[in-house]
Structures are given as C-alpha cells and as structure tokens.
C-alpha cells in the first residue's frame, strides 16, 4: 500500500448564516444573499481542493461536544436534517455523507495508542452537527469525498488551555499516523472562527449586511495580526501567543480544531493563503488554506503510482 500523505490543511469556519445566505436546495429557509466577502472566499477554497484531489476530508468541528473522549463518526452513510439550536430560523438543513470508516476506526485506533480516550460512534440515526455540515458544506458543496468526522472534547475548557490543547497536538499527530498507514490523500478542515466576541440579538433582517461588522475592536486587531503571522508563515511564532490570543479575543481556536491540524501537519512555517475575512454575527472568520502540495511537502496526485 502506497503511504498516505496529508496533502493540505484549511481553516474553514463554520457559520451557519453562509449556508444560509447561499441558498443551497438542501437547507429550508430563504435569504436574500449576504456574508458575500465569506462565501467568495469559500468559492476560492473551493478550487484549490478540486485541484487537490484529495481521497478523504477529515473536519473537527467546536460543536459536536463529546465530555467524555474523542469521537469518530463510524458509520458508512449518514442521512437527516441538522437544524442549529441558536439559529433554527437559518439553518434546517437536510444532509447525507458518506464516512471514511476505515479510516475513522485508523485514526481512533492510533488516538488510543497515544494515550487519550477515543470511541466510534455507531449510530446509524445520529444527527451531524451544524458545524460539520456547513463546513463541508461551504468547502465541498457537491458532498461527493467520503469525510471523517472528529468530536471537540472541549478539554481545553475542563482543563486548562495548555493541558487541553496539547491533548489536541496528540490527536493531530494520532491523525497523522493513521492517514499514513492507510494510504489516504487526505485534507484537513479545522472548523473554527478566529475572535468569538458576538452580538446577542439578530437584526430584524439576518442577512442586512448594514447590520454586520466587528463586535469588538480588539478582537479584529487581535484577528489581524494573527492572520498576518499565519500569512507569513510565521506558524511557531502564532502557537507561542496562541494562549494569550484565546484568551484577549475569546477565540474559537480554543476548542482545538487548528492544533488538532497544524499537528498534523507537522506545524509547517509555511505561508498560508488568506482566501477571505468576514464578520458574522460579530465573530471573525478567517478561511485560509495551507497547501502541502505547492509548499513540497507532499506530493501532487499524478506523481502518486496507480
């Protein structure tokens, strides 16, 4: 079996209000457009994973918390409607994907090995949460790659920051292995938002963009300059400050998402590509890609033997 390799990495954030404002035939509710600067972006990250031509999408996404262990979707096909529980009136949204399950039982398995609590979910009637599903929605809208889907285990918030997040650069590395020893080409999405400083109350008309800007200028600035370090390249100097960027901008990294990937990925001091920024609800949302394949990193498809 050919060794697999983690061929790319992307933030892609998850706000429902994106699939809303698209208009997809899968979700029920109607919008009259908006967060365009965002969906642009995803348009763009959009292409560059076509190019990439990845067997496997494996996302972790902040909102399918599991107290107990890391868990992975272990079930060939899912199906049903995922409906966010703060935004119903957006997001009703029917789905259906396929899981990569050898790979999911792989990943589970070398979590184990390297210490933390891991389990398969084996529900055929389990609902997928709404950060998952706009992710891969917003990233892959033809839902036509297999995925593997990672639980938030939230220990960066029962234990401290540093405790919580490096149980996440083991599951990243965990992921690593496995990816390798099945032989998957595989991309990486880590599901989360930059600042999470949000408003609490929707304009009459959600998707009135006269509405939407920062909630908070801190946390733009703190937005900013972390974007500029990870355009740079500047990867371990942005894990150095990450703590205090957490905890100043309320950041979403916290639950673990982008350690989990550039863990992975052997935190490469690569630059990465800023496809968009935007405001939602307050929050920033950054989509960036880190391409392995364009940094030499990993190898372009056609060079793979059949």
């Excluded at 234990?159 to 991309?187: F, P, S, W």
């Excluded at 390249?233 to 703590?243: A, E, I």
Aim: charged share 20%.
């Amino acid at each position: 079996m050919q060794q697999g390799s983690i061929i790319g990495g992307f933030l892609a954030p998850h706000p429902p209000h994106l699939v809303y404002g698209e208009n997809p035939p899968q979700n029920e509710p109607r919008s009259q457009g908006g967060w365009e600067p965002l969906r642009w972006a995803y348009e763009r990250a959009r292409a560059s994973l076509d190019a990439l031509k990845p067997d496997v999408l494996l996302v972790h996404s902040p909102h399918w918390m599991t107290q107990v262990g890391h868990h992975f979707l272990g079930v060939p096909r899912l199906a049903g409607k995922s409906v966010d529980p703060i935004f119903p009136n957006l997001f009703r949204y029917e789905f259906g994907l396929d899981v990569d399950v050898e790979l999911a039982e792989a990943c589970c398995d070398e979590a184990r090995a390297g210490g933390l609590v891991a389990k398969m979910m084996r529900n055929p009637d389990f609902r997928v949460d709404y950060g998952t599903i706009t992710t891969l929605h917003m990233i892959r809208p033809q839902w036509d790659i297999p995925v593997v889907g990672i639980s938030a285990n939230n220990s960066p918030y029962y234990l401290n920051t540093e405790e919580g997040l490096q149980e996440m650069d083991i599951l990243g590395k965990a992921t690593r292995r496995a990816i390798e020893k099945t032989g998957r080409r595989a991309v990486l999405l880590a599901s989360n938002t930059l600042s999470h400083w949000h408003f609490h109350e929707e304009p009459a008309i959600p998707e009135d963009m006269s509405k939407e800007h920062p909630e908070n200028f801190e946390g733009y600035k703190w937005d900013m300059r972390v974007i500029e370090m990870l355009r740079q390249g500047k990867v371990d100097d942005y894990f150095k400050l990450q703590p205090q960027f957490i905890e100043e901008a309320f950041a979403e990294v916290k639950s673990g998402a982008l350690t989990w990937m550039f863990a992975a990925m052997g935190y490469p001091n690569i630059p990465g590509e800023l496809h968009g920024y935007g405001s939602v609800i307050g929050t920033g949302n950054a989509v960036m890609e880190w391409n392995l394949v364009k940094a030499g990193l990993a190898a372009p498809v056609e060079t793979i033997p059949a």
